[in-house]
């Protein structure tokens, strides 16, 4: 046994140098199964997040960072109220982190390079939320103005990596509510932002303009935030595969290059707002081979409030005003005629949208009265709450369905937990959803009496494929090219699910979750690779996968995850670094054209490879399919691989 399994490393060793001729990847060790039981189908409160989370986003396989605005948290850190954590999958414990300014509705994003951004915010504060006397620290929170910030974060799983905030490197104007989005070449765009905050923007506060990080130079104005007011904070963003960038705020749309600064106004949304506060739940579905990595991008629910009906402090009662229901969609590149997709079986405005492994979408959070933001000493707020009757019933959206039949709640149990005002939500390597923060108010407040109170518990939601066996991929890569060579990746009948047909329904994707903050994943995106297969009278499955398609456009550098998805049961996802792994223009070469796919007329007979019908012949993975009762059968199958094979 150890000789055998010495003798396969060998082989594999032998794989990866020819691969490294090609590319400077390496070979990922074979995923192993989830590590939680989660009953599919339902939410479970697995831990609390410290901090309020306002902000989130998966860093590492085994870490989300919590970001806040600057309140009275209990938890400490440097001797003041912490307002960003480390959250640990594992575990479920946090480590308070330190950030210098307030993060209060910034917005976030990675780098080409693997860096986090957290940008923007508002001023330093005390107690209530009210403005601090001192701007550059001192006051109960030591906390500094965070108008202007840029904050940086390198995750890893050491428990060792720290916010940088340094006011050196601020930008030149104050941006609180930016948007964050990829290029090709691994910067990143930011665009608006107002200077003061407040429930909505108006035009003494609006900062039109937009600017990059690495900069590019001064800002450079964006008409269509002078022209969205007040409901363009936010402004909801795609970067397309043309290069150009789709921009919807308020009831505009325009497509706006970003290297020429043109801007060109499209008709308005139908029927709703979807930018904040209206909050709609947004994403750019799943660009694939068979639509041609062409993007789509849809918009469910919000609000139909006309620009004049948004005034927070007068007396008409926001909160009990019905969210929309309506979805469009819009494939930018190809027409810029929106169309009408299946509305949503209930009004929600703040809703979540997360991308899935199996190319559906889940749908949580959010009220079906209201809208998000607070106030304080308004007669109708429930509480200081803008929004009342939480959605506590999530939704799966399959986009590929036919029309009228794309929402389904199958098999879906509710949260218990509202989720208003600053909740979040990311996609996790397990597949499963973490599910974390509403805090429609302007300090931590809790107690018995507050309807909507600072919500530190966190959920996670488990699909429907979360205690399937899953895909154990032997051969997946650690980086990938625009173009280039494809690369071979190894599975078993077992994973297959003990049917050799379903290599034809076997997926390898690409996700990057993104930054959620206020019913947005900034730069959250879906690719499918291409692959075709071979499988050989043996019964040898190999998946031959390409590398991302020639244009980083179609998914910018940086890091993300990858899955092969089998009849939509989704291996557990794996790091990968999509291009250089630097900020700067990204090399691109064809794609190497794939093997035809064959699968034997007479499919092996299971136990016809010699290697057992339910074998691993994974490399070092022999205890890969214990989880389910069958740990002596496939432990002992493995074993005479390993027998077979040396
Ligand atoms: C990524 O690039 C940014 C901008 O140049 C830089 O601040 C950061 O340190 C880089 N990160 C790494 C990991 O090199
Ligand atoms: C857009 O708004 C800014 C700031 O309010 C203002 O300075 C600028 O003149 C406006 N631009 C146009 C073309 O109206
Ligand atoms: C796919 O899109 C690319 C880039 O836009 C284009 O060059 C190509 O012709 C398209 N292929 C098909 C089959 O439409
Ligand atoms: C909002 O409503 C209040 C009270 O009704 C009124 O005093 C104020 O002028 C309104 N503000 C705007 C911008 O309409
Ligand atoms: C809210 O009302 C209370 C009681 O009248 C008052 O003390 C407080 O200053 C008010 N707060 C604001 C922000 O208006
Ligand atoms: C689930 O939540 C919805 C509100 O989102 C509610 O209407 C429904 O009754 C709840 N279902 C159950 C079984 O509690
Ligand atoms: C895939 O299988 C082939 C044939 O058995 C073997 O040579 C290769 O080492 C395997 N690759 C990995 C990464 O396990
Ligand atoms: C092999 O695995 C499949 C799917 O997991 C299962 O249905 C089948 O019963 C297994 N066969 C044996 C011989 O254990
Ligand atoms: C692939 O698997 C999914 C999930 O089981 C299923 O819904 C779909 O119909 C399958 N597609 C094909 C072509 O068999
Ligand atoms: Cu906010």
Redesign the pocket.
């Known amino acids: 046994m150890t000789l055998a399994r010495s003798h396969i490393r060998r082989k594999a060793l032998a794989v990866l140098a020819s691969a490294a001729c090609a590319s400077a990847a390496n070979i990922i060790p074979t995923p192993g199964q989830p590590t939680k039981s989660g009953v599919p189908g339902t939410f479970e409160i697995v831990g609390e997040s410290g901090v309020s989370g306002q902000q989130i986003f998966l860093g590492t396989n085994n870490k989300v960072y919590v970001v806040d605005k600057t309140e009275a948290n209990p938890l400490q850190v440097a001797g003041h109220a912490a307002w960003a954590t480390e959250y640990d999958l594992t575990t479920n414990a946090v480590r308070a982190m330190d950030v210098l300014s307030n993060t209060f509705c910034a917005g976030g994003n990675v780098l080409g390079n693997g860096t986090w951004v957290n940008l923007g915010g508002n001023q330093a504060v005390i107690t209530g939320g009210n403005t601090a006397p001192s701007q550059t620290g001192g006051g109960i929170y030591n906390d500094w103005d965070g108008g202007k910030a840029i904050r940086f974060l390198n995750p890893n799983n050491d428990g060792t990596s720290n916010w940088i905030d340094d006011p050196n490197m601020y930008m030149t104007t104050r941006r609180w509510y930016p948007t964050l989005e990829g290029l090709p070449d691994g910067s990143l765009i930011i665009l608006g932002g107002d200077m003061w905050g407040g429930f909505v923007n108006d ?2 506060q ?3 303009t937009y600017e990059f990080y690495p900069s590019r130079g001064p800002v450079q ?1 964006l ?1 269509i ?2 022209n969205t007011l007040p409901a363009n904070l936010f402004p909801l963003t795609w970067l397309l595969p043309s290069g150009n960038l789709l921009i919807q705020t308020g009831w505009g749309a325009e497509i706006f290059n970003p290297n020429t600064g043109v801007e060109t106004t499209i008709a308005n949304i139908p029927h709703a707002v979807r930018t904040y506060p209206a909050s709609g739940a947004t994403a750019m579905l799943p660009l694939t081979p068979a639509n041609n990595w062409t993007a789509t991008v849809v918009f469910c629910g919000g609000t139909n409030l006309q620009d004049n009906q948004w005034n927070g402090t007068g007396t008409f009662d926001l909160a009990s005003y019905p969210a929309d229901n309506s979805c469009v969609r819009i494939t930018p590149d190809v027409s810029t005629a929106w169309s009408d997709d299946d509305s949503l079986p209930e009004g929600r405005s703040m809703g979540n949208m997360i991308a899935l492994p199996d190319a559906t979408f889940f749908i949580l959070n959010g009220a079906n009265t209201g809208v998000a933001g607070y106030g304080v000493n308004v007669s109708w707020a429930i509480g200081t709450s803008y929004a009342n009757n939480p959605v506590y019933a999530p939704l799966v959206y399959n986009p590929a369905a036919p029309a009228g039949q794309r929402f389904s709640r199958a098999g879906l149990s509710n949260s218990t937990i509202p989720r208003m005002y600053h909740s979040s939500a990311t996609l996790l390597p397990d597949g499963s959803i973490y599910s974390t923060g509403s805090n429609p108010n302007p300090d931590y407040t809790v107690g018995p009496t507050v309807v909507f109170p600072t919500e530190y518990r966190v959920e996670r939601f488990y699909p429907w494929y979360y205690s399937k066996t899953r895909p154990q991929p032997a051969g997946l890569i650690d980086q990938l090219s625009y173009g280039g060579n494809y690369f071979n990746v190894n599975l078993t009948l077992a994973d297959l699910a003990g049917d050799y047909n379903n290599v034809k329904n076997t997926t390898v994707v690409i996700i990057r979750t993104g930054f959620s903050t206020h019913a947005m994943n900034m730069g959250m995106r879906y690719v499918q690779l291409d692959n075709s297969y071979t499988v050989s009278d043996k019964g040898d499955v190999t998946l031959h996968v390409s590398q991302l398609p020639s244009n980083p456009a179609i998914i910018s550098p940086g890091p993300a995850m990858i899955f092969v998805v089998v009849a939509g049961v989704p291996s557990v996802g794996q790091f990968v670094m999509l291009g250089s792994g630097q900020i700067g223009t990204q090399p691109t070469t064809t794609p190497q054209t794939l093997p035809v796919s064959s699968l034997p007329v007479n499919l092996p007979s299971p136990g016809g490879s010699g290697s057992g019908s339910n074998s691993s012949h994974h490399n070092g993975a022999a205890s890969s399919h214990v989880r389910f009762g069958v740990a002596t059968m496939a432990m002992s199958a493995a074993a005479a691989a390993f027998v077979a094979l040396a």
């Open positions: 035009a003494s609006n900062n039109p104005p008409l935030l002078n």
